[in-house]
């Protein structure tokens, strides 16, 4: 911002409590712009947050921008509102904070357990938490009493045992008190233009801890019309059917397909974000139908590691139409990395490495990205590995497991594996092991769960069926990981070509040969 656009009036402060803010984003005056970065924190962060007001430590400032406000439908605290037109305030800085209180506070459910604010106190031991599946004690507060004293009231008459515990009381009604009135720093800006207002934005979000750079991006290149030019690009991918992109890749794409070095990362000017988003968006489309089609990964949250998703844009960048045969010999690098872990590696040098194998052409490329792994590696038991559905291992089985097209054990029709509503992989008995887990909604006895095409569908057999039906459940386990192994290890030796590697084509190693000096 030059100083010839100096904003003409200065911040003023507004003198608000947490209530009156959130009774504020309640009636709807308060309004996220279109630049601001999609939110970040989880309930952890949320639940950290309610624990410094409770305990009066600093929380920063918040800045707004007064502005006449359209009449819209919003989402406040869960629950729509229709939000007049009328004078309100955009949310310049503190966007986190402000939805964090307004989505705790105004939570619409009367037993909050689902999302991040979910967020009660436990009135014995003084900590907030995140209420899951588990058992609601009575001493347990759900936040959003804590807003109004009445409520807060009703909610201790409704428990005799904690109203009659003064201690405990006092407690509860010392954390409303602390909550509602909490004094807030909130700064008010008025009059800015909206390149003023990026611009403050910017300069909040890139000292201290900075955004990433795909925020900021976001922020300071987004138009009404198309508020988020990367995110479209990412919800175009996603609606294309890869559901878990992240926008976090992004920047490491980039420099991926312009050959740059990935540890200089502000080496991208604003210039390469725009331009190279076209490029990058009919890429990654393209590694897209190569993970469902040819490396069998069905969708995304199957992908054991996201490492190789930029070596891949790069080769597909590079050769949009390789050989089938070029396609499958990558089908084996990315298998084989998976399997030995190499793909664990993320760092920047480990990428560079595999970046620096693509030139050239096509096949000599892959050779090259092969000679990096190994075809020697001890296959993982599905006994001795605990299911855990972010870690590589588990998600290898889940793929051993989907290649057998796993049929719906109450309809007998074909799971849908790759689409949004996409079925958990759910374990047969009581049992960490990877070795009992199976797609589906196999509880009770569902009507086609004996039925021999689904049972083989999902590596089971009758006699399987039938120790779990009679509670046999350690002799399921050892009999169910013997098979399952016996299923899953001819696969991924397949997948990653550990007996009969492909060469490369005649034609290949002849344009080779050619090439060499």
């Known amino acids: 911002m030059s100083l010839s656009t100096r904003i003409s009036e200065r911040p003023l402060v507004i003198p608000w409590t947490v209530q009156e803010l959130v009774r504020q984003a309640q009636r709807g005056r308060l309004r996220t712009p279109f630049f601001q970065r999609p939110l970040r924190w989880r309930s952890a962060e949320v639940a950290a947050f309610f624990d410094s007001l409770y305990h009066g430590y600093p929380v920063g400032e918040l800045l707004l921008h007064a502005e006449p406000q359209a009449a819209e439908r919003l989402i406040i605290g869960g629950s729509p509102v229709d939000a007049p037109a009328g004078e309100g305030w955009s949310i310049i800085d503190g966007q986190q904070r402000i939805v964090s209180l307004a989505g705790t ?57 904690v109203h009659a515990d003064a201690e405990l009381t006092e407690r509860a009604l010392e954390l409303g008190k602390a909550i509602r009135e909490y004094p807030l720093s909130v700064y008010q800006l008025r009059g800015a233009s909206e390149s003023e207002l990026k611009e403050v934005f910017k300069r909040r979000n890139t000292s201290g801890m900075a955004l990433q750079a795909t925020e900021v991006f976001e922020a300071t290149h987004g138009t009404p019309a198309a508020p988020r030019p990367l995110g479209g690009l990412v919800d175009r991918l996603r609606q294309a059917g890869w559901r878990g992109f992240e926008e976090k890749w992004m920047t490491t794409i980039l420099l991926a397909l312009k050959g740059q070095n990935l540890r200089r990362r502000s080496q991208l000017t604003d210039r390469d974000w725009t331009e190279s988003l076209p490029e990058a968006e009919a890429a990654l489309r393209r590694v897209h139908r190569f993970l469902v089609d040819d490396a069998e990964i069905a969708h995304s949250a199957l992908l054991p590691y996201s490492a190789p998703i930029p070596i891949l844009a790069r080769f597909f960048s590079l050769w949009p139409l390789p050989s089938r045969r070029d396609r499958l010999r990558l089908r084996a690098w990315l298998w084989r990395g998976a399997l030995t872990q190499l793909h664990q590696d993320n760092s920047n040098s480990t990428l560079g490495a595999a970046l620096a194998c693509l030139h050239s052409e096509p096949s000599a490329s892959v050779t090259r990205l092969l000679a990096t792994t190994s075809r020697q590696t001890i296959l993982p038991s599905s006994l001795s590995e605990d299911w855990r559905s972010n870690a590589a291992r588990s998600r290898l089985f889940a793929l051993a497991l989907a290649h057998l097209r796993p049929r719906c054990p109450g309809r007998g029709e074909p799971l849908d594996l790759g689409g949004s509503d996409r079925p958990e992989i759910e374990p047969l008995v009581a049992s960490k092991a990877v070795a009992v887990r199976a797609w589906g909604d196999w509880r009770g006895t569902p009507l086609f769960s004996s039925h021999p095409e689904v049972l083989a569908s999902h590596a089971l057999t009758s006699e ?7 509670g046999q459940n350690q002799a399921f386990v050892q009999a169910r990981g013997a098979l399952l192994d016996a299923v899953a290890h001819p696969y991924f030796r397949a997948m990653a070509e550990l007996d009969d590697p492909l060469r490369p084509s005649i034609a290949a190693l002849t344009r080779a040969a050619e090439a060499a000096p």
Do not use: K, Y
């Open 464 to 470: 399987l069926l039938a120790l779990r039906q009679t």
């Open 105 to 161: 506070l105004l939570h619409p459910d009367v037993e909050p357990r689902h999302g991040i604010f979910a967020i009660w106190f436990d009135l014995e031991t003084e900590q907030f938490f995140r209420l899951g599946a588990g058992p609601i004690a009575p001493t347990f507060l759900p936040l959003r009493v804590a807003l109004d004293a009445s409520n807060l009231m009703r909610w201790l008459l409704a428990r005799p045992a």
